[in-house]
């Protein structure tokens, strides 16, 4: 007889479970990041839990910010399936799209505790290499959350 496995022996915490700390820290890692550009070019920037839902957003409309958070979990899975199934590893590091006037870079921030996803959205005026250094630092400072 087969066994069937309806949820996650280990679920994604709730967003209400999401404690006053972690939301602290990554509020205040989001300003730093953006800091770093000076006004320029990051329209916005958001760490989620991995299952999509906002911890703390930065320099966009929290109904945008929201909406990233669920997109970018989305993508997120569909990046992990991908790099699966053609052999480059079990899971990616990040995403990036390209729009006419920007981009969306998704990274996962990897965390036993709250695995979360930073998602960036940023004009075509961002430097992009600088976008992704300053990016990984987020990732690195989440990380240890």
Same mark, same amino acid.
């Given at each position: 007889m087969?066994t069937v496995?309806?949820s996650? $022996?280990s679920?994604e915490p !709730? $967003? @209400?479970?999401?404690?006053d700390?972690?939301?602290? +820290?990554?509020?205040?890692?989001? #300003?730093?990041?953006?800091d @770093? ?6 329209r916005?920037a958001?760490? /989620?839990? %991995?299952?999509?839902?906002? &911890?703390?957003m930065t320099? =966009?409309?929290?109904? #945008?910010?929201? +909406?990233? !958070?669920a997109?970018s979990? /989305? &993508?997120?899975?569909?990046?992990d =399936? ?5 052999? &480059?590893?079990?899971?990616? @590091? ?7 006037d920007g *981009?969306?870079?998704i990274?996962n &921030? ?5 695995p =979360?996803?930073?998602?960036? %959205?940023? !004009? +075509?005026?961002?430097m992009?290499? +600088?976008l992704? *250094?300053y ?6 400072? =989440?990380? #240890? %959350?």
């Open positions: 087969n496995v309806l996650d $022996p679920p !709730s $967003p @209400q479970l999401i404690g700390d972690l939301r602290a +820290k990554a509020a205040s890692v989001l #300003e730093r990041f953006v @770093q550009f000076g006004g320029v070019g990051v916005g958001v760490i /989620s839990t %991995a299952d999509g839902f906002d &911890i703390a320099a =966009m409309p929290e109904a #945008e910010g929201t +909406k990233l !958070s997109l979990s /989305s &993508i997120s899975a569909i990046g =399936m991908a790099t699966l199934e053609v052999g &480059i590893g079990n899971n990616h @590091q990040s995403i990036t799209i390209e729009g006419g *981009y969306i870079f990274l &921030i990897p965390s036993a505790a709250c =979360m996803i930073l998602s960036v %959205a940023a !004009s +075509k005026e961002i992009l290499g +600088k992704m *250094y990016a990984r630092l987020v990732v690195e400072g =989440m990380a #240890e %959350a």
